[in-house]
């Protein structure tokens, strides 16, 4: 990447771009795309939204390499695959921070919500050998706009 482009790209871009580097991706013209439609997307995009936004741009580009490229950011723990709905769709968040989220049930916009606080998590014994690795709270109900 120029000097130039470098310095016009937000640390958060820098970042998934260094995590798809360590997973031995190179930095393309469509993977760069793909990462500066994703990083500040708070909308948790499917790969088929984020593929739909950038085809007329990219029109050689992919589906594969949309949803290649967001596998690997998830593999390097840049981003996060959400699966809130019933019909167990990949929705990809790229805070990794933790979170939660509310979910509308008509719509099925996905909103980041602050953590509220966090209850004590059952000792060890109660979880049976289970390795807690996140804990998520998810409020489903209506957005502002379906109520």
Known sequence: MEARE???TSPR???AL???ERAHLRKTPQRLAIVRAFVDDTTHPTAQQIFDRLRRAMPTMSFATVYNTLD??????SCRVLRVHDDGS???DPRVDAHDHAICETCGA???IEPAKRARLPDEGDLDGFEVRAVER???GLCANCR
Do not use: H, I, Q
């Open 138 to 140: 998810v409020y489903r």
């Open 6 to 8: 470098a310095s016009k």
């Open 13 to 15: 871009v820098r970042s």
């Open 72 to 77: 690997a950011l998830e593999r390097a723990g």
């Open 90 to 92: 990949a929705r990809f």
């Open 110 to 112: 996905v909103r980041d």
């Open 18 to 20: 260094d995590a798809l």
